[in-house]
C-alpha cells in the first residue's frame, strides 16, 4: 500500500510540472505575439496578426476566428503572420504573409476525453485542428507527420501527412 501512494504522489508532482509547464509556455507565447504583431490599414479593415493554432491574434490582443478548413489546408503553424481582410459585407479573408520556420515531428494521433485530438511525440504532446484529422480520415492510432514551429514552443501543430494507419 505504501508504494501505490507514493506512485500516487508522483503522478501528482508530475501533472503538477506539466501544468506549470504549460501555463510558462503560454506566457512565452503571449509575449512573443505581443512583438509581432500591428495594425497596418488606415481604414482598419486589413489587420495583421499572428496565428497561434486556432485563431489569428491582432495587435489589439482581439481574437480572430481562422476558419479551421483554411488553418488545415495551409498547413497553418502557431507564430505564422496572416493578414486579415474584412471586406464591407464583413466577410474576412485570410493570407499567410509570413510563415515560422517549420520543423516535422513523428507521432501518434490520440482522442482525449474531452473529445480534443492530440498527436503524442517524443517531445511532448501537440494538440491539432479536427478539420485536419477529418481531412486525412486519420484514426487514433495512427502515425502523422505534424510540423511545429522550429525555434518557438507551442501547444498546437499542424498535421502534415498521414505516414501510417492502424488497421
Known sequence: MPAEK?????????DLAELSIRQAKSVLFDAEIGAKTKLLASDG???????????MIGPDKKYYPVPANYASKSKLVSGDILKLTILEDGTFLYKQIGPVKRKKILGILEKTSSGKFIVKTDEM???????????????E???????????????WAAVENLVEATE
Open 6 to 14: 507514493e506512485l500516487e504522489k508522483v503522478k501528482q508532482l508530475l
Open 45 to 55: 479593415k486589413i489587420i495583421e496578426g499572428v496565428f497561434n493554432g486556432e485563431n
Open 125 to 139: 504532446e501537440f494538440q491539432v485542428l479536427p478539420a485536419s484529422v477529418t481531412y486525412f480520415k486519420a484514426k
Open 141 to 155: 492510432g495512427d502515425k502523422l507527420t505534424i510540423l511545429v514551429p522550429e525555434k518557438t514552443v507551442s501547444e
